[in-house]
Protein backbone atom coordinates (compact mmCIF):
# COMPACT_ATOMS: atom_id res chain seq x y z
CA UNK A 1 0.00 0.00 0.00
CA UNK A 2 1.34 3.24 -1.27
CA UNK A 3 2.31 6.14 1.49
CA UNK A 4 0.05 8.96 1.71
CA UNK A 5 1.48 11.57 -1.31
CA UNK A 6 2.59 14.19 0.99
CA UNK A 7 4.64 11.79 3.13
CA UNK A 8 6.09 10.58 -0.70
CA UNK A 9 6.68 13.93 -1.39
CA UNK A 10 8.55 14.91 1.84
CA UNK A 11 12.36 16.29 0.73
CA UNK A 12 15.25 14.88 1.90
CA UNK A 13 17.34 17.38 1.21
CA UNK A 14 17.78 21.58 2.20
CA UNK A 15 17.60 22.13 -1.55
CA UNK A 16 14.26 20.10 -2.16
CA UNK A 17 12.64 22.29 0.97
CA UNK A 18 10.15 24.83 -0.08
CA UNK A 19 9.21 27.73 1.54
CA UNK A 20 10.53 28.78 5.31
CA UNK A 21 13.30 30.86 3.21
CA UNK A 22 13.77 33.34 6.38
CA UNK A 23 15.04 30.32 8.14
CA UNK A 24 16.66 28.01 5.13
CA UNK A 25 17.03 30.57 2.44
CA UNK A 26 20.21 31.75 1.49
CA UNK A 27 20.18 34.28 3.46
CA UNK A 28 18.58 32.55 6.43
CA UNK A 29 19.31 32.06 9.96
CA UNK A 30 19.35 28.53 9.81
CA UNK A 31 21.20 28.09 6.58
CA UNK A 32 24.74 28.31 7.85
CA UNK A 33 24.33 26.73 10.78
CA UNK A 34 22.89 23.56 9.36
CA UNK A 35 25.68 23.88 6.17
CA UNK A 36 28.57 23.71 9.01
CA UNK A 37 26.90 21.29 11.66
CA UNK A 38 26.47 23.68 14.23
CA UNK A 39 23.10 23.02 15.36
CA UNK A 40 22.05 24.40 18.62
CA UNK A 41 18.98 22.47 21.14
CA UNK A 42 16.04 24.27 19.55
CA UNK A 43 12.05 24.78 19.20
CA UNK A 44 10.55 24.79 15.64
CA UNK A 45 7.06 26.51 16.43
CA UNK A 46 4.46 26.81 13.52
CA UNK A 47 1.39 25.60 12.43
CA UNK A 48 0.32 22.24 11.28
CA UNK A 49 1.92 21.06 7.70
CA UNK A 50 4.94 23.74 7.65
CA UNK A 51 7.64 21.45 7.22
CA UNK A 52 9.02 21.07 11.09
CA UNK A 53 9.30 17.44 11.14
CA UNK A 54 10.80 17.62 7.49
CA UNK A 55 13.00 20.32 8.44
CA UNK A 56 14.18 18.24 11.75
CA UNK A 57 14.82 15.01 9.47
CA UNK A 58 17.02 17.52 6.89
CA UNK A 59 19.25 19.08 9.67
CA UNK A 60 20.30 15.26 10.76
CA UNK A 61 21.24 14.44 7.03
CA UNK A 62 22.70 18.07 6.15
CA UNK A 63 25.15 17.71 9.46
CA UNK A 64 25.35 14.41 9.46
CA UNK A 65 24.41 13.16 12.86
CA UNK A 66 22.50 10.07 14.32
CA UNK A 67 18.88 10.98 14.65
CA UNK A 68 16.52 9.73 17.36
CA UNK A 69 12.64 10.81 17.40
CA UNK A 70 10.28 10.27 19.82
CA UNK A 71 5.99 11.58 19.68
CA UNK A 72 4.84 13.14 23.08
CA UNK A 73 1.28 11.40 22.04
CA UNK A 74 2.61 8.04 22.81
CA UNK A 75 6.61 8.71 24.79
CA UNK A 76 6.99 8.66 28.42
CA UNK A 77 10.05 9.56 30.75
CA UNK A 78 11.06 6.07 30.64
CA UNK A 79 11.45 6.56 27.00
CA UNK A 80 13.50 9.32 26.84
CA UNK A 81 15.74 8.40 29.40
CA UNK A 82 16.18 5.12 27.17
CA UNK A 83 16.71 7.26 23.82
CA UNK A 84 19.04 9.45 25.81
CA UNK A 85 21.59 6.32 27.00
CA UNK A 86 21.52 5.34 23.14
CA UNK A 87 22.38 8.91 22.10
CA UNK A 88 24.88 8.83 24.77
CA UNK A 89 26.37 5.61 23.91
CA UNK A 90 26.37 6.19 20.16
CA UNK A 91 27.96 9.29 20.51
CA UNK A 92 30.70 8.36 22.51
CA UNK A 93 31.56 5.56 20.46
CA UNK A 94 30.79 6.27 16.65
CA UNK A 95 30.65 10.23 16.47
CA UNK A 96 32.55 13.46 17.63
CA UNK A 97 28.99 14.95 16.84
CA UNK A 98 26.31 14.48 19.57
CA UNK A 99 23.11 13.08 18.09
CA UNK A 100 19.57 14.48 17.73
CA UNK A 101 16.89 13.78 19.47
CA UNK A 102 13.55 15.46 17.26
CA UNK A 103 10.05 15.04 20.23
CA UNK A 104 7.34 16.26 17.73
CA UNK A 105 4.55 17.93 19.92
CA UNK A 106 6.81 18.62 22.25
CA UNK A 107 3.84 20.94 24.14
CA UNK A 108 2.17 17.60 24.77
CA UNK A 109 4.38 16.75 27.09
CA UNK A 110 4.29 17.11 31.40
CA UNK A 111 6.58 19.03 33.36
CA UNK A 112 8.46 15.88 34.26
CA UNK A 113 8.43 14.85 30.95
CA UNK A 114 10.59 18.08 30.27
CA UNK A 115 12.49 17.58 33.30
CA UNK A 116 13.86 14.65 32.52
CA UNK A 117 15.06 16.48 28.80
CA UNK A 118 17.64 19.19 30.82
CA UNK A 119 20.27 17.16 31.96
CA UNK A 120 21.16 15.56 28.17
CA UNK A 121 20.42 19.19 26.47
CA UNK A 122 22.66 21.22 29.47
CA UNK A 123 25.49 18.19 28.90
CA UNK A 124 25.30 18.05 25.47
CA UNK A 125 24.48 14.25 25.40
CA UNK A 126 21.75 14.87 22.69
CA UNK A 127 20.48 18.05 20.55
CA UNK A 128 17.20 18.31 21.07
CA UNK A 129 14.99 19.65 18.49
CA UNK A 130 11.43 20.03 19.60
CA UNK A 131 8.56 20.65 17.40
CA UNK A 132 4.79 22.68 18.60
CA UNK A 133 1.76 24.16 17.20
CA UNK A 134 1.32 25.94 20.40
CA UNK A 135 3.33 28.73 21.73
CA UNK A 136 6.26 28.04 23.35
CA UNK A 137 6.23 30.27 25.94
CA UNK A 138 3.05 28.72 27.49
CA UNK A 139 3.72 25.19 26.49
CA UNK A 140 7.26 24.71 27.16
CA UNK A 141 8.96 24.79 31.10
CA UNK A 142 11.56 27.95 31.04
CA UNK A 143 14.63 25.79 32.30
CA UNK A 144 14.17 24.29 28.97
CA UNK A 145 13.26 27.25 26.60
CA UNK A 146 16.49 28.74 27.83
CA UNK A 147 18.38 25.88 26.83
CA UNK A 148 16.77 26.32 23.21
CA UNK A 149 16.40 28.64 20.08
CA UNK A 150 13.16 29.26 18.85
CA UNK A 151 11.94 29.44 15.36
CA UNK A 152 9.35 30.44 13.74
CA UNK A 153 7.19 28.32 10.55
CA UNK A 154 4.96 30.34 8.58
CA UNK A 155 2.26 28.74 6.67
CA UNK A 156 2.67 28.07 3.12
CA UNK A 157 2.41 31.17 0.64
CA UNK A 158 0.65 30.55 -2.56
CA UNK A 159 3.68 30.14 -5.24
CA UNK A 160 5.09 27.66 -2.66
CA UNK A 161 1.91 25.79 -2.16
CA UNK A 162 1.59 25.86 -6.32
CA UNK A 163 5.19 24.84 -6.32
CA UNK A 164 4.17 21.63 -4.31
CA UNK A 165 1.77 20.54 -6.44
CA UNK A 166 3.95 20.71 -9.55
CA UNK A 167 6.28 19.24 -8.66
CA UNK A 168 3.76 16.08 -7.36
CA UNK A 169 2.40 16.38 -10.67
CA UNK A 170 6.43 15.91 -12.23
CA UNK A 171 7.96 13.97 -10.04
CA UNK A 172 5.54 11.36 -8.21
CA UNK A 173 5.33 8.09 -9.61
CA UNK A 174 1.46 7.34 -8.70
CA UNK A 175 -0.12 10.61 -9.92
CA UNK A 176 1.83 10.52 -13.43
CA UNK A 177 -0.21 7.09 -13.93
CA UNK A 178 -2.26 10.07 -14.63
CA UNK A 179 -2.41 13.11 -16.85
CA UNK A 180 -3.46 15.97 -14.77
CA UNK A 181 -3.90 19.55 -15.90
CA UNK A 182 -3.63 22.08 -13.04
CA UNK A 183 -6.64 24.48 -14.98
CA UNK A 184 -7.69 26.14 -11.32
CA UNK A 185 -5.90 26.17 -7.81
CA UNK A 186 -7.94 28.64 -5.44
CA UNK A 187 -10.07 25.73 -4.00
CA UNK A 188 -6.98 23.89 -3.37
CA UNK A 189 -5.17 26.49 -1.39
CA UNK A 190 -8.31 27.95 0.11
CA UNK A 191 -8.67 24.52 2.07
CA UNK A 192 -5.48 23.70 2.32
CA UNK A 193 -5.09 26.79 4.88
CA UNK A 194 -1.42 27.01 4.09
CA UNK A 195 -0.90 23.73 5.31
CA UNK A 196 1.36 21.37 2.57
CA UNK A 197 0.58 18.31 4.04
CA UNK A 198 -3.69 18.80 4.17
CA UNK A 199 -3.08 20.36 0.75
CA UNK A 200 -1.36 17.47 -1.24
CA UNK A 201 -3.62 14.90 0.77
CA UNK A 202 -6.80 16.49 -0.74
CA UNK A 203 -5.03 17.00 -4.25
CA UNK A 204 -4.69 13.19 -3.83
CA UNK A 205 -7.99 12.62 -2.70
CA UNK A 206 -9.42 14.47 -6.11
CA UNK A 207 -7.18 12.97 -8.04
CA UNK A 208 -7.78 8.89 -6.86
CA UNK A 209 -11.09 9.82 -7.25
CA UNK A 210 -11.64 10.46 -10.59
CA UNK A 211 -12.08 7.45 -12.94
CA UNK A 212 -10.54 8.95 -16.06
CA UNK A 213 -7.01 8.78 -17.51
CA UNK A 214 -6.83 12.61 -17.96
CA UNK A 215 -7.96 14.97 -15.09
CA UNK A 216 -8.55 18.61 -15.32
CA UNK A 217 -8.12 20.26 -11.73
CA UNK A 218 -11.02 22.95 -11.40
CA UNK A 219 -12.34 24.76 -8.13
CA UNK A 220 -15.70 23.13 -8.57
CA UNK A 221 -14.49 19.73 -8.68
CA UNK A 222 -12.07 20.13 -5.63
CA UNK A 223 -15.23 21.34 -3.76
CA UNK A 224 -17.47 18.72 -4.99
CA UNK A 225 -15.10 15.98 -4.07
CA UNK A 226 -14.17 17.46 -1.13
CA UNK A 227 -17.22 18.38 0.25
CA UNK A 228 -18.51 15.23 2.02
CA UNK A 229 -15.12 15.36 4.18
CA UNK A 230 -15.46 18.75 4.87
CA UNK A 231 -15.73 19.22 8.94
CA UNK A 232 -17.76 21.62 10.89
CA UNK A 233 -14.62 23.15 12.70
CA UNK A 234 -10.92 21.86 11.73
CA UNK A 235 -8.57 23.18 14.54
CA UNK A 236 -6.37 22.76 12.26
CA UNK A 237 -7.74 24.40 8.94
CA UNK A 238 -8.80 27.90 7.65
CA UNK A 239 -11.72 27.94 9.73
CA UNK A 240 -9.96 27.77 12.93
CA UNK A 241 -8.15 31.25 11.90
CA UNK A 242 -11.43 32.42 10.20
CA UNK A 243 -13.94 31.93 13.63
CA UNK A 244 -11.08 32.95 15.55
CA UNK A 245 -11.24 36.02 14.02
CA UNK A 246 -14.60 36.38 14.22
CA UNK A 247 -14.49 35.63 18.12
CA UNK A 248 -12.27 38.81 18.40
CA UNK A 249 -13.97 41.16 16.63
CA UNK A 250 -17.34 40.27 17.72
CA UNK A 251 -15.87 40.86 21.17
CA UNK A 252 -13.75 44.47 19.64
CA UNK A 253 -17.21 45.28 18.44
CA UNK A 254 -18.84 45.14 21.97
CA UNK A 255 -21.73 42.19 20.25
CA UNK A 256 -21.74 39.57 23.16
CA UNK A 257 -24.54 37.76 21.14
CA UNK A 258 -22.13 37.37 18.00
CA UNK A 259 -19.24 36.34 20.45
CA UNK A 260 -21.14 33.76 22.04
CA UNK A 261 -21.56 32.50 18.49
CA UNK A 262 -17.75 32.08 17.51
CA UNK A 263 -17.32 30.80 21.22
CA UNK A 264 -19.82 27.88 20.57
CA UNK A 265 -18.23 26.98 17.10
CA UNK A 266 -15.29 26.68 18.72
CA UNK A 267 -16.24 24.69 22.04
CA UNK A 268 -18.56 22.23 19.79
CA UNK A 269 -15.31 21.73 17.32
CA UNK A 270 -13.32 20.87 20.46
CA UNK A 271 -10.74 23.51 20.36
CA UNK A 272 -8.34 23.89 23.24
CA UNK A 273 -10.17 25.57 25.93
CA UNK A 274 -6.33 27.25 26.63
CA UNK A 275 -6.32 28.70 23.36
CA UNK A 276 -9.78 30.21 23.63
CA UNK A 277 -8.76 31.75 26.59
CA UNK A 278 -5.29 33.04 25.54
CA UNK A 279 -6.74 34.90 22.81
CA UNK A 280 -9.64 36.15 25.48
CA UNK A 281 -6.51 37.60 27.25
CA UNK A 282 -4.76 39.45 24.22
CA UNK A 283 -8.29 40.78 23.53
CA UNK A 284 -8.31 42.21 27.51
CA UNK A 285 -5.33 44.12 27.06
CA UNK A 286 -5.46 45.10 23.41
CA UNK A 287 -9.00 46.12 22.91
CA UNK A 288 -10.42 46.92 26.15
CA UNK A 289 -6.99 48.22 28.03
CA UNK A 290 -7.13 51.07 30.93
CA UNK A 291 -10.67 51.89 29.74
CA UNK A 292 -11.46 48.71 32.02
CA UNK A 293 -8.65 47.42 33.74
CA UNK A 294 -10.43 44.55 35.73
CA UNK A 295 -10.79 43.07 31.91
CA UNK A 296 -7.12 41.75 32.26
CA UNK A 297 -7.60 40.27 35.90
CA UNK A 298 -10.75 38.55 34.62
CA UNK A 299 -8.86 37.24 31.48
CA UNK A 300 -6.32 35.98 33.73
CA UNK A 301 -8.35 34.21 36.11
CA UNK A 302 -10.30 32.40 33.40
CA UNK A 303 -7.26 31.24 32.22
CA UNK A 304 -6.11 30.29 35.47
CA UNK A 305 -9.69 28.21 35.99
CA UNK A 306 -10.08 26.77 32.57
CA UNK A 307 -6.82 25.36 32.60
CA UNK A 308 -7.70 23.33 36.10
CA UNK A 309 -10.59 22.12 35.30
CA UNK A 310 -11.24 21.87 31.49
CA UNK A 311 -14.36 20.97 29.43
CA UNK A 312 -17.11 20.71 29.73
CA UNK A 313 -17.56 22.76 32.71
CA UNK A 314 -14.83 25.63 31.10
CA UNK A 315 -17.12 26.50 29.06
CA UNK A 316 -19.42 28.25 31.75
CA UNK A 317 -16.10 30.26 32.51
CA UNK A 318 -15.31 31.28 28.90
CA UNK A 319 -18.92 32.04 28.14
CA UNK A 320 -18.86 34.70 31.14
CA UNK A 321 -15.54 36.12 30.55
CA UNK A 322 -16.30 36.58 26.89
CA UNK A 323 -19.39 38.49 27.79
CA UNK A 324 -17.73 40.53 30.11
CA UNK A 325 -14.84 41.80 27.97
CA UNK A 326 -17.91 42.16 24.88
CA UNK A 327 -19.83 44.49 27.10
CA UNK A 328 -16.60 46.78 28.50
CA UNK A 329 -15.89 49.89 27.40
CA UNK A 330 -12.81 49.95 24.55
CA UNK A 331 -9.68 51.32 23.74
CA UNK A 332 -6.50 50.29 22.38
CA UNK A 333 -4.48 53.57 23.75
CA UNK A 334 -1.99 51.15 25.04
CA UNK A 335 -1.68 48.56 22.41
CA UNK A 336 -1.05 51.92 20.01
CA UNK A 337 1.46 53.74 22.41
CA UNK A 338 3.55 50.09 22.61
CA UNK A 339 3.55 50.26 18.82
CA UNK A 340 4.25 53.59 18.28
CA UNK A 341 7.30 53.28 20.98
CA UNK A 342 8.82 50.33 19.59
CA UNK A 343 8.39 52.21 15.83
CA UNK A 344 10.17 54.84 17.61
CA UNK A 345 13.18 52.64 19.02
CA UNK A 346 13.62 51.34 15.36
CA UNK A 347 13.39 54.51 13.94
CA UNK A 348 16.34 56.32 16.08
CA UNK A 349 18.12 53.31 18.09
CA UNK A 350 19.66 53.17 21.02
CA UNK A 351 19.67 56.95 22.66
CA UNK A 352 21.64 57.48 25.42
CA UNK A 353 19.44 57.54 28.69
CA UNK A 354 19.68 60.72 30.21
CA UNK A 355 22.39 61.42 32.79
CA UNK A 356 19.68 62.24 35.76
CA UNK A 357 18.17 58.97 34.96
CA UNK A 358 21.09 56.77 34.99
CA UNK A 359 22.20 54.21 38.31
CA UNK A 360 25.54 54.99 40.15
CA UNK A 361 26.07 52.23 42.03
CA UNK A 362 29.92 52.84 41.84
CA UNK A 363 32.10 56.30 42.83
CA UNK A 364 33.34 56.14 38.98
CA UNK A 365 29.88 56.58 37.69
CA UNK A 366 29.06 59.37 40.14
CA UNK A 367 32.42 61.14 39.48
CA UNK A 368 30.96 60.89 35.65
CA UNK A 369 27.69 62.61 36.62
CA UNK A 370 25.19 59.32 36.60
CA UNK A 371 22.30 60.04 38.70
CA UNK A 372 23.17 64.14 39.22
CA UNK A 373 20.19 66.45 39.56
CA UNK A 374 17.79 63.34 39.33
CA UNK A 375 14.80 64.84 40.97
CA UNK A 376 12.94 61.85 43.74
CA UNK A 377 9.62 62.37 42.87
CA UNK A 378 8.25 61.96 46.79
CA UNK A 379 10.08 64.30 47.45
CA UNK A 380 7.85 66.99 46.46
CA UNK A 381 4.06 67.90 46.71
CA UNK A 382 1.50 65.59 44.83
CA UNK A 383 4.71 63.28 44.76
CA UNK A 384 4.98 64.53 41.36
CA UNK A 385 8.20 66.75 39.93
CA UNK A 386 8.82 67.56 36.25
CA UNK A 387 11.48 66.00 34.81
CA UNK A 388 12.83 64.56 31.71
CA UNK A 389 12.24 61.06 31.26
CA UNK A 390 12.99 60.66 27.76
CA UNK A 391 16.15 60.83 25.89
CA UNK A 392 16.52 64.51 24.25
CA UNK A 393 16.19 63.63 20.95
CA UNK A 394 12.78 62.53 21.36
CA UNK A 395 12.04 64.60 24.10
CA UNK A 396 7.91 65.73 23.92
CA UNK A 397 6.96 62.58 21.53
CA UNK A 398 3.98 61.24 22.72
CA UNK A 399 2.90 57.66 23.08
CA UNK A 400 -0.01 57.13 24.74
CA UNK A 401 -3.01 58.82 23.86
CA UNK A 402 -6.37 58.49 26.54
CA UNK A 403 -8.75 56.77 24.72
CA UNK A 404 -12.39 58.38 25.09
CA UNK A 405 -13.90 57.06 27.46
CA UNK A 406 -14.92 57.38 31.30
CA UNK A 407 -11.81 55.87 33.16
CA UNK A 408 -9.12 57.31 30.68
CA UNK A 409 -10.91 60.63 30.27
CA UNK A 410 -9.75 60.61 34.46
CA UNK A 411 -6.13 59.78 33.65
CA UNK A 412 -6.18 62.84 30.80
CA UNK A 413 -6.92 65.34 33.34
CA UNK A 414 -4.36 63.25 36.64
CA UNK A 415 -1.55 63.78 33.19
CA UNK A 416 -2.91 67.34 31.77
CA UNK A 417 -2.81 68.47 35.50
CA UNK A 418 0.47 67.37 35.75
CA UNK A 419 2.28 67.77 32.69
CA UNK A 420 0.06 71.31 31.76
CA UNK A 421 1.59 71.67 28.01
CA UNK A 422 4.06 69.32 27.73
CA UNK A 423 2.08 66.30 26.47
CA UNK A 424 -0.67 68.04 24.41
CA UNK A 425 -3.04 65.00 24.75
Same mark, same amino acid.
Given at each position: MNAPLAERMRPRTLDAYISQ??? !???? %???? #?????GMIPSLILWGPPGTGKTTLANIIANESKRPFYALSAINSGVKDIREVIEKAKERGNLFSTKN??? @?????? *? @??? =??QDSLLGAVEKGWITLIGATTENPSFEVIPALLSRC????? #????KEDLETLLKRAIKEDAVIQAKTIKLKETEALLRLSGGDARKLLNIFELVVASEDSDKVIITDSLVMNKVQKNTVLYDKTGEQHYDIISAFIKAIRG?????AVYWLARMIEGGEDVKFIA? *????? &????? %??ANPTALVMA #?????????? %?YPEARILLSQ????? &?? =???? #??????IKK???? !????GDLSVPLALRNAPTKLMKDLGYGTDYKYAHDFKNNFVEEQFLPEEISGTIFYKPGDNTREKTLKEFLQSRWKDKYKI
Open positions: HHL !VGEQ %GSLT #NQILKPIL @FIDEIH *R @FSK =SQQVYIL #NPFGSDPQGR *RLLIA &ASEDI %GL #NATFQAVTTI %GCTIYL &AT =SPKS #NASYMAAQET !VRET
